[in-house]
């Protein structure tokens, strides 16, 4: 089934570890996402990269980084990882990133920081 | 400031109709989004307005003012499969989406 593929699904992690949530598409989509969304709050964009080779930052970047080195592959990075970071994310993508590109989302995978 | 407000929860019967609202004040307005969300999974896409006006899709329809910042979904003939978070989001002018905080339906027999 064609879509987005996220893993880990979910992860526990200690303060100040590296993380990488990988995320795959298989539907040659420009444009990947990553989102985290916690309770309470609306998705909050936290990179995004338009096609492959570039990124871009978002609303809420910090501590997080990402590559995009082919069209299928969106990783993203917690170099030291800390509690504020635990969220539930979401990994998209859409045929281009502007008018009605409307997102396609990953299954997200859940990580918690102690 | 950009902010999108919609109810945080609310509560239908099976079989009614039921709207819910979104109100938006954002920089640049380059479309309104509305995803559905069950617990624990991904958002999946429902409807996009640009123009005013109301677009219908099956038992759902959405509705969108620009000049009045404000949007709603309309579900008809509900089903307990409805019962979910509803989020709106908006594409401001440099084609990122800003997101409400969802509104939670909870659908009685």
């Known amino acids: 089934t064609a879509g987005i593929t996220q893993a880990p699904t979910s992860q526990i992690l200690a303060a100040g570890r590296s993380m990488t949530l990988r995320c795959t598409q298989d539907?040659?989509?420009?444009?990947m996402y990553w989102y985290r969304q916690d309770l309470g709050l609306g998705l909050r964009l936290i990179h995004y990269s338009n096609t492959a080779g570039t990124t871009g930052k978002g609303e809420v970047p910090d501590g997080y980084s990402v590559s995009r080195a082919n069209t299928d592959d969106f990783p993203l990075t917690l170099a030291s990882a800390v509690p504020s970071q635990t969220s539930v994310y979401f990994c998209?993508?859409?045929?281009?990133?502007?008018?009605?590109?409307?997102?396609?989302f990953g299954a997200g995978s859940r990580l918690t920081v102690l | 400031g950009q902010n999108i407000d919609q109810p945080t929860e609310m509560t239908a019967t099976e079989g009614a109709i039921v709207q819910i609202n979104c109100t938006y004040q954002?920089?640049?307005?380059?479309?309104l989004f509305w995803y559905q969300q069950h617990a624990g999974e991904a958002p999946t896409f429902l409807s996009y307005?640009?123009l005013d006006g109301l677009e219908e899709k099956g038992r759902f329809s959405s509705f969108l003012s620009r000049s009045k910042g404000y949007s709603y979904l309309l579900l008809k003939e509900l089903q307990m499969k409805d019962s979910a978070s509803y989020l709106c989001?908006?594409?401001?002018?440099?084609?990122?989406?800003?997101w409400g905080a969802g509104t939670k339906l909870i659908i009685k027999p």
């Open positions: 539907m040659r989509h420009n444009a």
């Open positions: 307005n640009v």
């Open positions: 989001a908006v594409m401001h002018s440099n084609y990122q989406l800003i």
């Open positions: 954002t920089s640049g307005f380059n479309g």
């Open positions: 998209a993508s859409s045929e281009d990133s502007s008018g009605a590109n409307v997102l396609t």
